[in-house]
């Protein structure tokens, strides 16, 4: 069986353990539409595709897929996650799977101002997010809302466009910076159909961090929750992590699960005040802080390989407490120019 990995980037490891979980069995393909992406050295096969919003992203990977007898696709950026989903029935029709959710789905756990109102509406504490500057400020006045407050854009990843807000005149300049950043960069796909709307301010709540790895087969089905202490952040992306036995986070979970029914893996940032437990983002895919779910004895790409075959999967999700891991880093040559002394 092949298996592409699309947005690849840096994401070298999972190569690795897509390599390692196939045993020889089949290759893996990644795909970035920067040929320059360190995750091309690690892979069996690479291509370089057009960007995620041409016209001619979907057809050009259908072809690709056929012509290399690539089954399944999983997608490693929020962006590729949604317009994949929207045309999995393309792929399916040419026989391939694609590891991805409902559109609909994806859609709420990429817009940060729904994944506010969906949770909200399931009873699971969110901070408190609006999406108007205008009322943000009636809020503060009526003392509804407070400072210290976070600007961030309403579809976004890691920490682009992310600000921190103290008063009033802060709150002002990092709107309309927040905005800017996102009308210049490729933020600007998901935020087109609602520009104006694109930037939410977030209550910012003290607390310690924990990411969780809410792991479902490939029907959607609850598995496991896999619950990690941040014991370090970089770029918006878990650095280092513990993975701990925490019932009520697994509860939380359990719950998320059953909302967004995704296959795979979703990824939840939680925080915690010391009292509650409040979800700030959903990632309908593997996230940064995957390696640490991994380094525990777990081995997701192992049992979605499994699940692709039909077989059973009972060991490949159980996880060791306790165990603490840190990234590092890795410098790749990735060309030499002819010339070059």
């Given at each position: 069986?092949?298996?592409?990995?699309?947005?690849?980037?840096?994401?070298s490891y999972l190569v690795k353990f897509f390599k390692q979980a196939l045993n020889g069995k089949g290759k893996v393909f990644v795909s970035n539409s920067d040929s320059q992406s360190p995750a091309f050295q690690i892979a069996d096969e690479s291509v370089t595709t057009p960007l995620i919003y041409?016209?001619?992203?979907?057809?050009?990977?259908?072809e690709f897929c056929k012509a290399n007898d690539i089954k399944a696709i999983l997608p490693?950026?929020?962006?590729?996650?949604?317009?994949?989903?929207?045309n999995k029935d393309c792929f399916l029709k040419a026989g391939i799977q694609v590891v991805v959710g409902d559109?609909?789905?994806?859609?709420?756990?990429?817009?940060?101002?729904?994944?506010?109102?969906k949770?909200?509406?399931?009873?699971?504490?969110?901070?408190?997010t609006i999406n108007q500057l205008a009322q943000a400020k009636d809020l503060i006045t009526k003392g509804a809302l407070k400072f210290p407050l976070i600007v961030k854009p309403r579809w976004g990843m890691g920490s682009i466009g992310m600000y921190e807000a103290v008063n009033e005149s802060e709150?002002?300049?990092?709107?309309?910076?927040?905005?800017?950043?996102i009308k210049n960069g490729y933020?600007?796909?998901?935020?087109?159909?609602?520009?104006?709307?694109?930037?939410?301010?977030?209550?910012?709540i003290k607390a310690v961090e924990f990411g969780l790895d809410v792991i479902n087969d490939l029907n959607g089905m609850y598995q496991t929750t896999i619950?990690?202490?941040?014991?370090?952040?970089?770029?918006?992306?878990?650095?280092?992590?513990?993975?701990?036995?925490?019932?009520?986070?697994?509860?939380?979970g359990e719950k998320l699960s059953t909302i967004v029914q995704h296959p795979g893996n979703l990824d939840v940032d939680v925080l915690f005040n010391g009292k509650d437990y409040y979800v700030l983002e959903l990632n309908a895919r593997f996230g940064g802080g995957y390696p640490f779910t991994h380094l525990s004895g777990v081995n997701l790409p192992l049992a979605i390989v499994k699940w692709l075959q039909g077989d059973s999967v009972i060991d490949e999700l159980r996880e060791n407490h306790g165990v603490s891991g840190y990234k590092d880093l890795v410098v790749r040559t990735l060309s030499i120019e002819e010339g070059s002394i």
């Amino acid at each position: 069986m092949n298996i592409l990995l699309t947005s690849a980037g840096r994401r070298s490891y999972l190569v690795k353990f897509f390599k390692q979980a196939l045993n020889g069995k089949g290759k893996v393909f990644v795909s970035n539409s920067d040929s320059q992406s360190p995750a091309f050295q690690i892979a069996d096969e690479s291509v370089t595709t057009p960007l995620i919003y041409d016209q001619n992203y979907i057809p050009f990977l259908i072809e690709f897929c056929k012509a290399n007898d690539i089954k399944a696709i999983l997608p490693l950026f929020d962006v590729d996650v949604f317009v994949l989903a929207k045309n999995k029935d393309c792929f399916l029709k040419a026989g391939i799977q694609v590891v991805v959710g409902d559109w609909q789905n994806i859609a709420f756990c990429n817009d940060k101002l729904a994944t506010f109102n969906k949770l909200n509406d399931n009873n699971i504490l969110v901070p408190k997010t609006i999406n108007q500057l205008a009322q943000a400020k009636d809020l503060i006045t009526k003392g509804a809302l407070k400072f210290p407050l976070i600007v961030k854009p309403r579809w976004g990843m890691g920490s682009i466009g992310m600000y921190e807000a103290v008063n009033e005149s802060e709150l002002e300049v990092f709107y309309s910076k927040c905005l800017r950043d996102i009308k210049n960069g490729y933020l600007i796909y998901e935020s087109n159909d609602d520009i104006e709307n694109s930037v939410i301010i977030q209550e910012k709540i003290k607390a310690v961090e924990f990411g969780l790895d809410v792991i479902n087969d490939l029907n959607g089905m609850y598995q496991t929750t896999i619950v990690k202490k941040k014991n370090a952040m970089r770029s918006g992306e878990t650095d280092s992590a513990t993975v701990i036995n925490a019932p009520e986070l697994k509860k939380l979970g359990e719950k998320l699960s059953t909302i967004v029914q995704h296959p795979g893996n979703l990824d939840v940032d939680v925080l915690f005040n010391g009292k509650d437990y409040y979800v700030l983002e959903l990632n309908a895919r593997f996230g940064g802080g995957y390696p640490f779910t991994h380094l525990s004895g777990v081995n997701l790409p192992l049992a979605i390989v499994k699940w692709l075959q039909g077989d059973s999967v009972i060991d490949e999700l159980r996880e060791n407490h306790g165990v603490s891991g840190y990234k590092d880093l890795v410098v790749r040559t990735l060309s030499i120019e002819e010339g070059s002394i």
